[in-house]
């Protein structure tokens, strides 16, 4: 009996791990049954929410894509194809869009596509009460919408708008229900009520969103194979952020698919080696990676000094030894995916010689410690540079490592994100390194629209009218050849004025296993899963 | 008791000020707008920001906002999440199990590992036992443990496949985060068992027991360790605190769900009424932790006066 209490203690701490352990389990494995096709998909991310109208968030739409369908839709080409609408006509001023919607379609809360969802959906987003995501910037203009007849809706903006038709194919204006959304309340960020072929019926804050098939679905999707529902009985998207962790999740099994976004470029070969996997690659539609330059705050106020930096980033180097194979040389502040200009990635060749020869004739004159100086001063620059947590983006430090053999003394400014926005807000450093993605050339109104100065996202601070007349321009005219006329001129402009060095146009990588079959992309490379089988 | 508990509880109310202090005053350490900077990814117009100004109150006198903060806080009123859109206190609340469940595993794995092992070294001083013991725990306390959760994933997910390395769920979600998190406390708590129990075996009282004929393990287990846990106790609230802290760590790398990842999502995208959020709770727990230690320590203690 002695020895009773200590063996008594002994059982009762090992008895108490095992209680923790397994009674504070929150989950067990479903029993009995056959187990469900179920896709699992690794995000780097948690989406702030899932309701289109209110993201500000690419993450939002690369899970809801199968969800919230949209009046047209871009395949990966960029070619626009009949979804929801099955027809439409522009007003020869370009202000009304009329679309005239399919009659089969339904909410799978059993509300119709009709033109009144149309019209609740987009006056929804510019009511301003509402705090919509990026789907306000994607109706900017918006006078209204007119329910025509119940399967027609014509709608309608202050100016002309060609850039709506390939906006209302993107995630930010897919649709969702006029009769569960007003009754749920917060809910819609979790579980918006789309006409898609999946049905969101679980969200875990922090962890992951379960899609179950809509086995009500009767259409084909403009970009599936075949008729009706989808291929699989659920998907998955499960929120890694720690991209090791992420990575290891496909190579195991326990994702068949993940997003490679923010994990280091050398992981790709050991990836591409494995014979369970494959790698997908697209590119980004919108600007590349960029380095905005401030044309407000010396030195790169002065012309010559952006030219120079031009002339001195060796871009290819930049691609090569940082991206390895997640991107290609950008030529312009559009990549060329997004709009092709071979004219523009024949200037700016990496010529160190003209780029110093640039500063001299500007008066900088090669100093002591390998820097120019001017008057007394030195060229001195303050590139702003985000940083997540993890240092400086490598991208930027080969850049200042460049510069300096230029004789120019490149700071990085590295700060977390809300200083770095306020910095570019208030033009205050020679400008940062960023990334924008659009799905039409009207993107280079955000990047350079002088009304955008002190916003988002103009951070070259650069207010040329002559530019602003074109993306007017741009805007007005619908013909697609007349179009890229447009936006390569004011790209030309843009490259002319040095107001940006585009670096590296950058590819969407997903990781999948080979028993994954029939995935697609949409144009703004968000995976389209509803065609996707397992064997 | 209730005299000495109430005059701990008294000592707090200054600790929970100053943090509720530091807490609300982040939004004006920053620099620059705060508003600006919390609806940079939103397309917004004046008439939203002149809002979000009200919402926040930040056209008031400072006093005035804190003590709004203060009041709301005390209601369980922490805010809304700028960008998930949702109650502050119920993002907390949803998530906050995940995170006790994933500490208190650790805390006692902890307990379990350590204190076994510290007893092992004290009573085999000096022999292999000893060296073996007390060298796993410097491994164990210098291994960080985000590098010991992906040597795990490497090691019990791709390797063997027995373990799931992401998610919250079962106990085979919680096997590999627990000891990750848990491996540094339990190799402070081994060294601290050593040391205290060595310390005690060398008392009067320890030869006394031997010497009324009571066996090894009684002595040990009865007299030895009932009076060596007394330091270890103390030790147990403050790691339970750092448990907690890493928690933030090991939630990202298992990718598992927890305040710990809310707090750094928060962080990452400039929400700062979620992150005051977080913040003034944990500091809270971490105060109410402290002082239910400071209790137990003084029941454990009779040596220890109340009041």
């Not at chain 1, 369970?276 to 980004?284: D, G, M, Q, S, T």
């Not at chain 1, 977390?416 to 390194?433: I, K, L, M, S």
């Not at chain 1, 619908?478 to 590296?504: H, I, N």
């Not at chain 2, 208190?104 to 022999?127: C, K």
């Amino acid at each position: 009996m002695k020895y009773a209490r200590p063996r008594l203690t002994v059982l009762v701490l090992a008895g108490l791990a095992l209680v923790s352990l397994a009674g504070l389990g929150v989950g067990a494995p479903a029993a009995g049954g056959a187990a469900p096709a179920t896709l699992t998909v690794g995000l780097d991310q948690e989406p702030p929410t899932l309701d289109p109208a209110a993201s500000p968030s690419a993450v939002t739409y690369q899970i809801i894509t199968d969800v919230a369908e949209n009046l047209l839709y871009q395949d990966l080409g960029g070619k626009l194809l009949p979804w929801l609408a099955s027809s439409y006509k522009v007003s020869p001023d370009g202000k009304s869009f009329t679309f005239t919607l399919r009659q089969d379609a339904k909410f799978t809360d059993g509300a119709p596509v009709d033109a009144a969802a149309v019209k609740w959906n987009f006056d929804r987003i510019v009511n301003p009460n509402f705090k919509a995501g990026g789907a306000l910037a994607s109706l900017s203009g918006y006078a209204g919408s007119t329910v025509v007849d119940p399967y027609t809706v014509q709608v309608n903006f202050k100016e002309p708008y060609a850039p709506f038709l390939t906006y209302v194919a993107g995630g930010t204006l897919s649709l969702i229900s006029p009769k569960t959304t007003p009754t749920q309340g917060d809910a819609v960020n979790q579980k918006p009520v789309g006409s898609g072929r999946f049905i969101v019926s679980e969200y875990v804050p922090k962890d992951h969103v379960t899609l179950v098939r809509n086995a009500g679905y009767t259409r084909r999707p403009p970009y599936s194979s075949h008729q009706g529902p989808a291929g699989v009985d659920r998907i998955v998207w499960k929120f890694i952020p720690e991209a090791g962790t992420r990575v290891t999740t496909v190579e195991s099994g326990e994702t068949q698919m993940i997003s490679f976004l923010s994990t280091p470029a050398a992981e790709l070969t050991r990836l591409q080696a494995n014979r369970a996997l494959r790698v997908e690659k697209n590119p980004y539609p919108g600007a590349p990676r960029i380095w905005l330059l401030n044309v407000r705050k010396a030195p790169t106020n002065d012309l010559k000094v952006r030219q120079a930096i031009l002339y001195g980033i060796n871009r290819a180097a930049v691609a090569d030894s940082v991206y390895r194979g997640l991107g290609t040389v950008a030529c312009a502040p559009l990549t060329q995916h997004t709009l092709a200009t071979p004219a523009l990635c024949a200037k700016y060749k990496y010529d160190p010689k003209k780029a110093a020869q640039l500063l001299d004739e500007d008066g900088w004159k090669m100093g002591p410690n390998n820097v120019r100086m001017k008057n007394g001063q030195p060229l001195t620059i303050e590139i702003n540079s985000i940083n997540y947590g993890s240092g400086n983006l490598p991208e930027v430090e080969l850049i200042q490592g460049q510069l300096l053999q230029l004789g120019v003394d490149a700071k990085i400014k590295s700060q977390a994100r809300p200083p770095w926005y306020e910095d570019n807000f208030h033009c205050a450093t020679n400008g940062p390194v960023m990334f924008l993605r659009s799905t039409d050339w009207d993107g280079l109104f955000a990047l350079f629209g002088s009304q955008n100065v002190g916003g988002n996202f103009n951070w070259s601070c650069y207010a040329n009218p002559a530019a602003d007349k074109l993306i007017a321009e741009g805007r007005a005219v619908f013909d697609p050849a007349k179009r890229r006329s447009v936006y390569t001129q004011l790209e030309t402009m843009l490259m002319d004025d040095a107001v940006a060095v585009p670096l590296v146009d950058e590819l969407s990588v997903w990781v999948i296993r080979n028993t994954v079959h029939d995935t697609t992309y949409n144009f703004s490379t968000y995976p389209v899963l509803g065609d996707v089988t397992i064997k | 008791m209730a005299r000495y508990i109430a005059g701990r509880l008294l000592v707090t109310i200054p600790v929970v000020v100053g943090v509720t202090l530091a807490v609300f005053s982040m939004l004006y350490l920053i620099p620059g707008d705060p508003v600006k900077m919390m609806l940079s990814e939103f397309e917004t117009n004046p008439a939203q920001i002149a809002r979000m100004r009200a919402q926040l109150r930040l056209n008031e006198p400072f006093v005035q906002q804190y003590g709004q903060f203060v009041w709301n806080a005390a209601r369980g009123n922490l805010g809304e999440s700028i960008r998930d859109r949702r109650p502050v206190a119920t993002e907390i609340r949803e998530l906050f199990p995940s995170t006790v469940q994933l500490a208190l595993s650790a805390l006692i794995f902890s307990i379990a590992l350590g204190v076994p092992l510290g007893l092992l070294a004290a009573i085999r001083q000096n022999s292999w036992a000893d060296v073996g013991a007390m060298m796993a725990a410097r491994i164990g306390v210098s291994m960080p443990s985000f590098w010991l959760g992906l040597l795990l994933i490497f090691v019990f997910s791709l390797q063997l496949g027995l373990l799931p390395a992401t998610g919250g769920g079962g106990i085979d979600h919680l096997l590999m985060p627990a000891f990750a998190l848990g491996a540094g406390a339990a190799a402070i708590t081994a060294a601290l068992t050593r040391s205290s129990m060595l310390e005690v075996l060398r008392m009067d009282y320890m030869t006394t027991a031997r010497a009324k004929g009571l066996a090894g393990a009684a002595v040990i287990l009865r007299h030895g360790l009932a009076n060596a846990l007394i330091p270890i106790v103390t030790i147990f609230g403050l790691q339970a605190g750092q448990l907690l802290a890493g928690a933030v760590i090991i939630e990202t790398v298992f990718g598992r769900p927890g305040i710990g990842q809310l707090l750094v999502a928060a962080i990452l995208n400039k929400d700062f009424p979620l992150v005051q959020g977080v913040v003034l709770f944990v500091a809270i727990v971490y105060v109410l932790i402290n002082l239910a230690v400071d209790v137990a320590y003084a029941a454990i203690d009779p040596r220890i006066r109340y009041g």
